[in-house]
């Protein structure tokens, strides 16, 4: 059961990671809508394999944190700063800015061209260099509820977590975009409530410990 634990932790951080629009699914999007589902799929494989290492890198650099005791509490207290901050941002502002902007704009004419989509997908996994930290936040906050991140089998379930539930969400940005039906695009519409109210509830708990 504990190692079921650590395949749930990291499908539901993917699953908040990955749920807005950012340049990694918007770019899946465009790739569909431009090229098909069949293009964008074998684009999103390259990107998981990036994203599966950038978390393994991310536990690594969370032992070598953890280790320091200061150095633990002040990520736990910057990290209730950090998920305020989301709460706020989630619940108020995420939906006015979706309706303002799109990431998939950045990627230029010639990147878009490129034929070996895999490749592609690694690429653009590896500029987005956001995941390590959030990864690294959350193997720190893990292991101060006394669950063995560190543990090789734990970091291994850890990162297929955060690999499967990124392919959810790039795959439902796929499906969903490329069908004009508003009914399908409600999810989209009103998953930023739903994870305001998880950042909330997390704040809340990691200043309950660190009062405790």
């Known amino acids: 059961m504990e190692y079921l634990y650590f395949l749930l932790f990291g499908f539901v951080a993917a699953v908040i990671g990955v749920s807005l629009p950012g340049l990694l699914n918007m770019t899946a999007v465009k790739i569909a809508l431009k090229e098909g589902k069949e293009s964008a799929y074998t684009y999103v494989v390259g990107a998981l394999v990036t994203i599966f290492v950038q978390t393994y890198i991310a536990v690594f650099f969370a032992k070598l944190i953890e280790s320091s005791v200061v150095i633990s509490e002040t990520l736990q207290e910057i990290g209730i700063v950090i998920f305020g901050v989301l709460t706020v941002y989630f619940l108020f502002f995420a939906k006015k800015k979706e309706k303002r902007e799109t990431q998939a704009e950045l990627v230029d004419g010639h990147s878009i061209t490129i034929k070996n989509r895999f490749f592609y997908g690694m690429f653009l996994a590896a500029l987005n260099v956001f995941p390590i ?12 509820y006394d669950f063995n991140v560190f543990y090789l089998a734990h970091t291994f379930l850890l990162s297929l977590g955060v690999v499967l539930g990124s392919a959810l969400m790039l795959y439902l940005y796929i499906m969903f975009f490329r069908n004009s039906d508003r009914e399908e695009h409600f999810l ?24 405790k």
């Not at 930290?133 to 101060?144: E, K």
């Not at 519409?189 to 009062?211: D, E, F, R, S």
Request: contains cysteine; hydrophobic residues 50%.
């Open 133 to 144: 930290p959030y990864y690294v936040f959350l193997s720190i906050t893990l292991a101060s």
């Open 188 to 211: 989209l519409k009103n998953i930023n409530y739903c994870i305001g109210t998880v950042t909330g509830v997390i704040a809340l708990i990691t200043l309950y410990k660190l009062l």
